[in-house]
C-alpha cells in the first residue's frame, strides 16, 4: 500500500502546512495506472543498463576502487561521460526504483536498487564527500560553485536516501545522505570555507526532507542558509566550464534575493527548484513573508511565461524563461524537466496554501507538458517540447531536438519523468483537520485516518468521476472535497443518487456530512471538446485557437490529415462543430477531435516579394474545406515523422 512513508514530501507535525498528503494513496486502474505500468515494466526495469551503457555507474565503482587503491584506479580508470553531473542521473532513478518498489514489490528492481545503493556506499570518502567527477580527477571539489553540481547532485543522492529509507525502512543510504549533509554544513555557511551557493538549486529540497525524516534541525538550518544566501551575487564570477560567456546572475537566480523578486526568470529548472525549496521551508517554518514572494511569484510564471501545455522555459539559449508573453510555439524550449519542476513547485505550494489553482496546474502539466516527455513505448523520450514542428525542420545538432530518443548525452530527462511516475499516487489526495480532499482524478484508493475512499474513473477521456466510502467514523462529520477543474464549464454533483448544491468554494465542491461505509459520490464533468484562445499579449499565436479536450490539449500531426496534408497549410473554421470519436485502437487508446479548415494560399511561386498591402490582399474568398483530425498532444511524434502544430490561425483572422 502507497502511504505517506513512500511519498516524496512529507511535512512535518510542526509545519505550518494546512494539507498533507494522504495515507492511502494507490493508483489501480485507467490511464495513469498503464502509464505508470510502462514506467516501472520498461522504464525503470531498463533503467541500470542504460546507466552503464552511459557510463555512470563505471563512475561509481571507480570512485570505489579509488578508495582502496586497487589496480583498477592504477591502470588508469577514470570519469566517464560529458558531464560533471551525471550522478544525479544515477540518484534519480534510484529514487524513482524506490518509490516504485512502496507501490509494487518488485524483485528483480529491488536487487537492482540494493547493488546500485552498494557502489554508492562504497565510493563515499571517509570526511563524507562523494562525486565522482572530481573524485575521479575532474578538478578540486567546492571550487566550481558555479557550474560543479556538486550540492546539485548531493540533493538528488539525499531524495533518494530518504526514498529509499521510507520504501524499506532501511537506513543503508540514509546514512551516506547523513554524513554527505554533515560535511556540506562543515564546508558552506557564513565565515565557513564556502560562503556561497550552489548553481542548479535542489539541495534545498532535500535538505528539507532530510530534517523531516531524520527530525535534524541543523539540515533544516543549512536549507535555510541556501535559500537566504541565494540573490547576492556571489555565482557572477564570469565563464567557465566549457561555456564561452558568463549567464548573468538572473541564469541561476542570483540577482535578486526570492523574498525581493517579482519575476520567474534565468534557468527554467533552477529558478522552480529554488522556489520548491522555498515553499517546503515556509512550511516548515511558517514564515509568511516567503509565502507571499511565492504566491507573487507562481502567478507570474503561470499569467505570462506558461504555455497551454503547463510547458514552460521558451529560450534554448540558457533553457530560460523568457520575457513576459514570450512564448513562440515553434522555438519553444519547454524542457521536460521544467514540467516536472513546475508539478513540484505547484504541488508544495497546494500543501502550504490549500488552494484548488496550484493542483489545477498540475493537472495541466502532467498531463501536456510532462507527459509529451514519455514516448509511449517507455523507452523514447523528448528532451524539447514544442507546440509546432515544421515538415522539414532545420535543428541544431546533437540529441536535443524534437524526435525521440533513446537516452541523451544529458540525460537528466528520462530518469526525473521515472521519479515523478513512480512517485505520482503521492500527488493526487490530501487530508486537513476536516476531511479528504482529491486534488487529481484517477482510480484507486486514497484515505486518511478516517475517511477512505474508492475512486472509479475513465479520466481523462470521460468527465465521471464515482467516489465511494470504504471507511468512515461513525457519528463524526467529515468533509470530502473534489476539485473542481477551472475548464470546466458545467458539472453535476450527487450524494447517494440525490442531487447536491454544488457550487465550488474556491475551486473546491465540499460534501460535509457524517458518511457512512458505501455512501456514493458522483461528480460528472461536461467535456466537450472547445477551442481556446491565448492571451492577446502573446503575438507568436495571436489570430490562432487551439483544441482542447478537458485536461487534454490536441495537436494536429501530419500523418493524420488527409493525403498527409501540412497542418501549416491549413486554418480553423471558428464556427465548425468539434466532434469526438473513440479511437481504441489509436496511440493505445484515445479520443480523437475532427473538425473543419480550410487551406491557406498556396505561396506565389511568380512572386518577387511576398508581403503585400493591406489594400492589396486576398479578400475572404472561399477556400477548399478539409476534414482535420487531432490528436492529444502528450502522443505527438510517436509515429512517422511530419508536421505538428497546437496553436492553429483561425480562418478570417489572419
Known sequence: MNTTRSGPVRPSRRAVSPLRPASVARVEDGFWAERRRINAHISLAEGTARLEQAGNLANFRAA????????????????SGDFQFQDSDVYKWLEAACWQLADTPDEALAADVEAVVELIVAAQREDGYLHTYYQLGGGIPWTEPGWGHELYC???????????????????????????????????????????????????????????TTDEKRYLDLARYFLERRGHGTLSSGADRGHDRDPGPEYWQDHTPIRAADEVTGHAVRQLYLLAGAADLAAETGDTELRTALERLWRDMVTTKTYLTGAVGSRHDWEAFGDAHELPADRAYAETCAAIASVHFSWRMALLTGEARYSDLVERTLFNGFLAGAGLDGRTWLYVNPLHLRAHPHERPGDQTAHRTPWFRCACCPPNVMRLLAGLPHYMATTDDSGLRLHQYATGVFGGDDLTVRVVTEYPWDGTVTVTVEDAPTALPRTLSLRLPTWCADHTLTVNGAAVESGAESGWLRI??????????????????????????VDAVRGCAAIERGPLVYCLEQTDQPSRLDPDAVALAPDAPLTVR?????????RTVSVSGSLLPADDASADWPYLPLASAASGEPRESVELTAVPYYTWANRESGAMRVWLPLAGRG
Open 64 to 79: 570505489a576502487a579509488l578508495r582502496t587503491h586497487s589496480a583498477a584506479v592504477a591502470s588508469g580508470t577514470g570519469f
Open 582 to 590: 473513440s479511437r481504441p485502437e489509436l496511440l493505445g487508446g484515445v
Open 154 to 212: 548531493a540533493g538528488h543522492l539525499i531524495q533518494a536516501a530518504v526514498a529509499h529509507h521510507r520504501a524499506t525502512g532501511s537506513d543503508r543510504l540514509l546514512d551516506v545522505a547523513r554524513r554527505l549533509a554533515d560535511h556540506i554544513d562543515s564546508v558552506f555557511g557564513t565565515g565557513k570555507q564556502m560562503d556561497t551557493v550552489c548553481g542548479h538549486p535542489g539541495v534545498e529540497t532535500a535538505l528539507v526532507e532530510l530534517h523531516r
Open 512 to 537: 460535509t456530512r457524517e458518511f457512512a461505509p458505501g455512501d456514493t459520490v458522483r461528480l460528472d464533468l461536461a467535456m466537450p471538446a472547445r477551442l481556446t484562445l491565448p492571451p492577446p499579449r
